[in-house]
């Protein structure tokens, strides 16, 4: 794939995820970081990481206002292609309980994992994916030719929900399950656009948000999803899949 754009790329699955595309022997052209602050203290990992390969550009995304800036910084870079790929990775976890659980919390959550990473990044990022989509001599659904990939878990599952009853999270599981079905809206609307939509449940990783119990490493977890991805196709568009190629009921 000629671009990729990875949201929350400053630590975990997506610092992980920036990392393993740069070092590919099929590395895009152009990798976007993204995160709150690439200046900043939080970001010093993902800079070292920039300085190691120059495809990969560090792109500010704050806030929903800032997605239009971070469109045209990419689009610059583009210098008139598509963009090929984008993952949505960043978002907001929440152990609340029905009793703990404010209005605010589930507020929040909506904000971040629904309006901010899918409806305004994809509303503003689509006709940077259409273009890419258009390119000539491309046929079929791939992430190679333009894809949008949303993360997701299996606590978002409806049909898994008794099956992991330990883990109230309602605001992250209701905007989890909400993202689901925004993925396959959008899988349905965008397939004769040529953009592909899936979700992607990444296992229980190690990293802040899955904290040191979780049994499966980050290193282990994206080299799943970086395999998932180059074997998508338009029988996998709108599929909710985990990070070994499995099925996982919406």
Known sequence: MGSVLVTGSNRGIGLELVRQLAASPQAPQHIFATCRE???????????????????????????????????????HLKGQ???????????????????????????????????????????????????????????????????????????????????????MYPYRASKAAQNMMTRCMAAELK???????????????????TEKAPLTVEHSVRGILTVLASLSQDTTDAFLDWKGNSVPW
């Open 38 to 76: 690439p200046d900043g203290p939080s970001g010093k990992a993902l800079r070292e990481l920039a300085a190691q390969h120059p495809s990969i550009k560090l792109v500010q995304l704050v806030s929903l206002p800032s997605i239009q800036g971070a469109v045209q910084a990419v689009e610059s």
């Open 82 to 168: 598509g963009l090929n790929l984008l993952i949505n990775n960043a978002g907001v976890s929440s152990h609340a309980t029905l009793q703990s659980v404010d209005s605010q919390e589930m507020l929040a959550a909506f904000t971040t994992n629904v309006i901010g990473a899918l409806v305004s990044l994809c509303q503003e990022f689509l006709p940077l994916l259409e273009k890419a989509a258009k390119g000539l001599g491309k046929e079929g659904l791939s992430c190679s030719r333009a894809a949008i990939i949303n993360v997701s878990t299996k606590v978002g599952s409806i049909g898994l929900c008794l099956g992991v009853l330990e883990a109230p």
């Open 192 to 210: 004769d656009k040529g953009i592909l939509c899936t979700a992607i449940h990444p296992g229980w990783v190690k990293t802040d948000m899955g």
